[in-house]
Structures are given as structure tokens and as C-alpha cells.
């Protein structure tokens, strides 16, 4: 049995993926099918990518050996791929990117997106200034709240920031509410999807862009005199950072991928996100077939992680297949574990993790002892932690932070006061 | 493609025997009259009485087909009014059974076919074939899911299984549907075509203007099947311009509206609002 992933022509990855779109989005995914087609082999626009990617980006993104972790752990060589040193700060910029450049020779002025932790916001909205193209984000309302700075940033850039509040208010209900608006304004806008989910062609589409972290790595270690590494780990929202490493070495049956996803509060209903080494079952949502977190009679379920980008009940069709398969392990690290991780990274190398980021170093932690100095661990952090700093002071520092906030209420109002 | 064994008792009367849900939407589809309108109910919004009492003021008001929503957590194609009642609908408990129960005592209560329509994944998950069976067994007559595409693989079984249920498909054709694209739709059709005469989602007002109509006569020149237009579709004046074009105006978030304004008992002002989109 091979491992390696094809995708049928209509964009199944084994009975998953597909483009179940209402009839009206159907030649708008067929219109961006058919530019992907057309460009993503092109070298002029891979070239431009490539452009991109060295001058604005910062590609290639560092690969760092992780050596006080490595004796702190006792075990294997543990490198960590800094994807959080992309420009923006995770490695969503390079989908967002990649997307953008083809909107553009789409013709299409406008992006749209939808956004979780902000990062992929941020990244749209930096794209679309860098590209001179219009920017709206949907953004669910509850992960507005708990990613104030990100919105701000996106605001920042020029971007119109949507605040949905239907449904569980998260990155779900973000989605719908995009594809919504997308069906008002399919002749102008391109949906810049975030993940390497939703109809086809997305899930092929984010992943080819994506995999350009996985590619970089393979030279990297080769650099350092690895030929292969034992496991990559990386964390899992809807998956693109994921199959962006994993792509590479899906080919390499001796190399052992783990996705971790988030274990959030526990294991009881709607206290995570666990879809592949939980209760993730078949279903057709969100204009693609994979699995889902949901109830008996198909509704989708609520969700919960402390990291807003992982914080969602569907999973990319691919993933879903390869783990269906049994190519992929599925993990996951729970709120507590996350945060201790966090601290662990900071302390050990002076590397701040976002909270995503920080699942695969919770369960590389698990993982490395039971290794030896021969195998060579790989952590994807996907994001830096800057974004999160209003949930992690709260948690890591929670009186200090309430003193801070409250003296700056108070200095403000006083401003204000003295300026009245 | 044979109906379920308990219609085809041999002691039945004839009709009975051959009848499939689906000839009862033919049928009232068949007959003469002006634009009818199809009413959209989103079942179990804000309770299940509601919507049995919502249902029987659409039948009095002299509507044609009642077409009742299962409740989906992430309806794609709906805007904010219906998307709201699915999530109050589904956080007042409307499960399964519990629509099944309203269905059934619906198409108990009522003449008027009922069309069921909900999203993909509500049929997935139960299994197309048990899903058709059981709708057509509570007394449905056909189905509309419009994540559904024909396209995709899936497609085949899904409307096998309406077809064995003896259940019509209604297709929906957008407006950036192409011809090519509605010659297929009509191809898996059996009653009617819903007509969607603009972008968006459900909810924002559409005016019914001449492209409207020049768009609905272009499909009508396809397909043989009736016509349903709708989205947007708020007032009888809009419904008596689409004269001569769609058999059947549909109307849903209006009077989703209507019985949010009057969640204690919406019977009488769906029924008014009802007669003053039909009324002649
Ligand atoms: C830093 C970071 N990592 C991971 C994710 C999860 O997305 P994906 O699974 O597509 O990589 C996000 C999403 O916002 C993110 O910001």
C-alpha cells in the first residue's frame, strides 16, 4: 500500500474533500480551479511567489537546533522550523500570499477572509495592502474579543474587519459568513481561504503554497547532516501548517508525522477539537466531505482550545485521509499541557511559541525521550506568541496583568480628564 | 425503484398502491391558476406548536406547497433571519425525532404538499436511503438540499435514494447557472426547478424586474419542468409580477419574520401575511 496522497481530479483525497458549494458559488470554485491550473505551474507566477517569499516574507524561515531543549529533555535532537519568523508571524503568509498573487491575476480587486487566532486576517490583510487589493475579514466575534491586538493590526493595514456573531461566534461561523458574502460579490472578490480545508480546489491549492515549510526543511537538515528526520510534529487546526511540513515527507514511509491537535479543557463534549484521535465522525460540512466533531444528527458541535486557531470542529480532507490511512498519527495536547509549553520554549531557547504552535511542542515533550540522540525530532512552530500575549499573561501572570490593565484605565482616564 | 413494501399492500385502494409522494407535488404543481406560493417554515422556530400552528395558517391562506427547513447548525445559503431561527429552532431541542414528530403531524393536518428542505449533512450522516425513507414516510413530498451539488460523487446515491423513496428532487438554479449547468439540473428533476433570481443569501429584498423575468423565461426555454422563484421575495406585488413566469413564488424569511414578531401564537399574522401574498 503506498501513502503518498493523490488527488482525484475532482479534488478527493479517498472519499474525502469534493466541492459541496450551493449552486451559486459552483462556477466561482470552478473559475479559481481553473486559474490554479493554469498558474500554479507557471514559473512566471512561481517565480513571483518565490520573489515574494525571499524579499517580504523572509524565506527561508530558520531551522533551529533546539539543543537546551535536546538535554533538558534527554533524548532525541529536537530542531524547531521557525515559521514564526515570517513575516507577520506565522506561517499563514504564505498561503495568504500565494492566494493573493493568483486573485490578482484573476482580475479580482477585493479579498475576503475569514479568521480564528487573526493570524490568517493579519496575513490577508497584509497581503492585500502589499498587492494593492481591497481586504474585508470575518472574524467570529468571541475570537475578536481574545485577539484584540490581531484585529487591530488588520485595521491597521487598511483592512475592514467583520464581527459575526451568529452561531458559536468563532472561526466556524466565521467561514459561513464569508462564503456568504462571497455569494453577493463573486464577480470582484476572491475568498482567501485560510486553511487547507473547504471546497475544492482549496485544500490542493493552500497545501502546494504551504509546502514550500516542508521543502525548506528537507534541505535544511540535510545541511546539518540529517538525511531523514524520525518524526515531524505539528499542530493541527484545520490543518495547513500540518500538510505544509508533511507534504515533503508523506513519500517517506519511514518518517513519522504527527498531527497534534487541541485537547482543550478535557475530553467531554464541546471541551476541544479533537477530531482524529477523538470523536470525529463523517460528514459533509462547510462545502467539504472529512470529519467532523458532531452530534447524532450531523449538527456541528461547539468547540473550545485556549488558541483560537485551533479552535475548530472540521479538519482538511487530506489530513483526514492520510490518518485515515494510518500515514499521519493524530495526538493532542490539552490547554494546560500548551501553556507549560509555552513557558518550557521560552525559558529553555528564548523562543516565544504561539499558543497553536506551542500543542506540537507540548507533545514533542512527550515524545523525545523515548528517543535516542540518532533521530532527529522536528517541531513546526507555526506561529510566534506576540498575538497572545493578552492570554498568556493572563494565565502565566494573572495578577500582574490585572495590576498593568487596570494602571493604564486609570492613566487614560486621567489623560483623558486633564484634557477635557 | 419500488415504493416502501407497507404502500404496496395488496388489499390497498388502487391510488394508494401507485401513488408516490412525489405525484401529489406534481399534481398540485398541475394545477391552473395564477403565481402560488410556496411558504418556508423553519420547523421547531421557537417551538414545535408554532410551527404546526404557522403550517396550518399557511394552508388556510391559500398557499401551494409548504416547504419546512430541518434545522442545520451552519446553513451556508441562508442569511441572518433564517440562519438565526435554525440556531434557535436547534437550541430549543429541534433533534431528529423531534422533526420527524412535526413533519408528521404536519402532513397529517394539512392538504398542501410539504417539501423538505435542509443541508447536506443532515441526510449524510443519517444515510440517504433511511433519511428519504423516513421524510417520505412522515408524508413529504420531495426534498431540496443545496450543498448537494450533481457533480459530485455522492450525488448519484442521494437521488437514488429519493428516487426509491419515492420522493421528488428539487434542484436550485442560481443565477450564474449556465445554461449547460440548468439542462443537467432539469435532467435530475422530476417536479419543479427553484429558481434563485439573485445573488446572496436568503433575506435582502430583490426586486422582480424585467431581467428577472427575461432570466426565468431563458430557463423556462430549457427545461419543461415548473418554476419556483425566489429569495428576496417579500409582497403580493412582487408575487403577481412573476405572472406567467414561475409557477411558485417562494417566501421564507418574511414570514420567518412574521412569527418571530408573534412567537406566541404567529397562526393569525401568518395567515394575513400569507393571504396578502397570494390574494388575487
Ligand atoms: C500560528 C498558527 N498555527 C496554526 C494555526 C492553525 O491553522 P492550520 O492548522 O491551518 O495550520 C493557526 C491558525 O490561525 C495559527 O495562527
Excluded at chain 1, 14 to 43: K, Q, T
Excluded at chain 1, 119 to 137: D, F, K, M, N, S
Excluded at chain 1, 308 to 325: N, Q, R
Excluded at chain 2, 148 to 172: C, I, K, N, Q
Aim: aromatic fraction near 6%; hydrophobic fraction near 45%.
Amino acid at each position: 500500500m503506498t501513502h503518498a496522497s493523490h488527488d482525484t481530479d475532482a479534488g478527493r483525497f479517498g472519499s474525502f474533500g469534493g466541492c459541496f458549494v450551493p449552486e451559486v458559488l459552483r462556477p466561482a470554485l470552478e473559475e479559481i480551479a481553473e486559474a490554479w491550473e493554469r498558474y500554479g505551474d507557471d514559473a512566471d507566477f512561481r517565480e513571483e511567489l518565490a520573489h515574494y517569499g525571499r524579499t517580504y516574507v523572509g524565506r527561508p524561515t530558520p531551522l533551529f537546533e533546539a539543543t537546551n531543549l535536546t538535554e533538558h529533555l534527554g533524548g532525541a535532537r529536537i530542531f524547531v522550523k521557525l515559521e514564526g519568523l515570517a513575516h507577520t508571524g506565522a506561517h499563514k503568509i504564505n498561503n495568504a500570499l500565494g492566494q493573493a498573487l493568483l486573485a490578482k491575476r484573476m482580475g479580482k480587486t477585493r479579498v475576503i477572509a475569514e479568521t480564528g487566532a487573526g493570524q490568517h486576517g493579519v496575513a490577508t490583510a497584509t497581503a492585500a495592502a502589499a498587492l494593492g487589493l481591497e481586504c474585508e475579514v470575518f472574524m467570529g466575534a468571541v475570537d475578536a474579543r481574545r485577539q484584540v491586538p490581531n484585529r487591530f493590526w488588520m485595521e491597521c493595514m487598511g483592512a475592514t474587519v467583520r464581527q459575526v456573531h451568529e452561531g458559536t461566534a468563532t472561526l466556524k461561523d466565521a467561514v459561513n459568513a464569508a462564503m456568504r458574502h462571497w455569494t453577493e460579490r463573486i464577480e470582484d472578490t476572491h475568498y482567501l481561504l485560510g486553511s487547507a480545508l473547504g471546497p475544492h480546489p482549496y485544500p490542493t491549492m493552500v497545501r502546494t503554497f504551504q509546502a514550500v515549510i516542508g521543502r525548506e526543511l528537507r534541505e535544511q537538515l540535510a545541511e546539518r547532516g540529517v538525511d531523514r528526520p524520525h518524526t515531524i510534529v505539528a499542530c493541527v487546526g484545520g490543518g495547513s501548517n500540518a500538510i505544509g511540513v508533511f507534504h515533503e515527507f508523506v513519500g517517506d514511509a519511514d518518517v513519522r508525522l504527527v498531527g497534534v491537535e487541541a485537547g482543550g479543557r478535557g475530553t467531554g463534549r464541546g471541551d476541544n477539537a479533537v477530531r482524529m484521535s477523538g470523536d470525529g465522525r463523517p460528514g459533509i460540512v462547510q462545502a467539504y466531505r472529512s470529519l467532523f466533531l458532531l452530534d447524532d444528527d450531523g449538527q456541528v458541535l461547539p468547540t473550545h482550545s485556549v488558541s483560537a486557531g485551533l479552535d475548530y470542529p472540521g479538519i482538511g480532507p487530506e489530513l483526514a485521509h492520510l490518518g485515515t490511512t494510518g500515514r499521519i498519527d493524530f495526538a493532542s495536547a490539552t490547554d494546560d499541557e500548551t501553556l507549560a509549553a509555552v513557558r518550557l520554549l521560552a525559558q529553555k531557547e528564548g523562543i516565544l511559541p504561539a499558543l497553536e504552535s506551542a500543542h506540537a511542542v507540548a507533545h514533542a515533550t512527550k515524545l523525545a525521550p523515548d528517543l535516542t540522540h540518532d533521530d532527529a525530532l522536528v517541531v513546526n512552530l507555526s506561529g510566534r506568541g506576540d498575538k497572545d500575549l493578552f492570554i498568556m499573561a493572563e494565565a502565566l501572570d494573572r495578577d500582574a496583568w490585572r495590576a498593568f490593565l487596570r494602571d493604564e484605565l486609570a492613566r487614560m482616564d486621567a489623560d483623558d480628564e486633564a484634557n477635557a | 425503484m419500488t415504493p416502501p413494501p407497507n404502500e404496496q399492500a395488496p388489499n390497498e385502494p388502487a391510488r394508494a398502491s401507485t401513488e408516490r409522494p412525489a405525484d401529489r407535488l406534481r399534481a398540485k404543481l398541475a394545477e391552473r391558476g395564477a403565481t402560488g406560493l410556496m411558504a418556508h417554515l423553519v420547523a421547531g422556530f421557537p417551538n414545535r406548536a408554532a410551527t404546526i400552528d404557522a403550517a396550518r395558517a399557511i394552508e388556510a391562506a391559500g398557499a401551494d406547497v409548504l416547504e419546512l427547513q430541518f434545522p442545520f447548525s451552519d446553513p451556508l445559503a441562508d442569511g441572518p433571519v433564517v440562519l438565526q431561527a435554525c440556531q434557535d429552532a436547534l437550541d430549543a431541542g429541534t433533534d431528529h425525532a423531534a422533526f420527524l414528530g412535526m413533519l408528521e403531524e404536519i402532513t397529517r393536518s394539512i392538504r398542501i404538499p410539504t417539501v423538505v428542505m435542509t443541508y447536506a449533512n443532515v441526510p449524510f450522516v443519517r444515510g440517504f436511503a433511511s433519511f428519504a425513507r423516513e421524510l417520505a414516510a412522515a408524508g413529504a413530498t420531495g426534498l431540496i438540499v443545496p450543498d448537494l451539488p450533481h457533480t459530485e460523487p455522492e450525488f448519484a446515491e442521494f437521488r437514488a435514494a429519493l428516487g426509491d423513496a419515492g420522493l421528488s428532487y428539487v434542484p436550485v438554479v442560481a443565477p450564474t447557472s449556465t445554461p449547460k449547468t440548468i439542462a443537467e439540473l432539469a435532467e435530475v428533476a422530476d417536479t419543479f426547478l427553484y429558481v434563485v433570481v439573485r445573488l446572496g443569501v436568503t433575506g435582502r429584498a430583490s426586486t422582480i424586474d424585467d431581467a428577472v423575468r427575461t432570466r426565468l423565461a431563458e430557463i423556462s426555454a430549457i427545461t419543461p419542468h415548473p418554476l419556483a422563484a425566489g429569495f428576496g421575495i417579500q409582497s403580493g406585488e412582487q408575487v403577481r409580477s412573476l405572472a406567467g413566469h414561475a409557477r411558485l413564488a417562494v417566501v421564507g424569511s418574511k414570514i420567518v419574520t412574521t412569527i418571530r414578531e408573534h412567537a406566541d401564537a404567529p397562526g393569525p399574522a401568518v395567515e394575513s401575511l400569507v393571504r396578502s401574498l397570494v390574494g388575487d
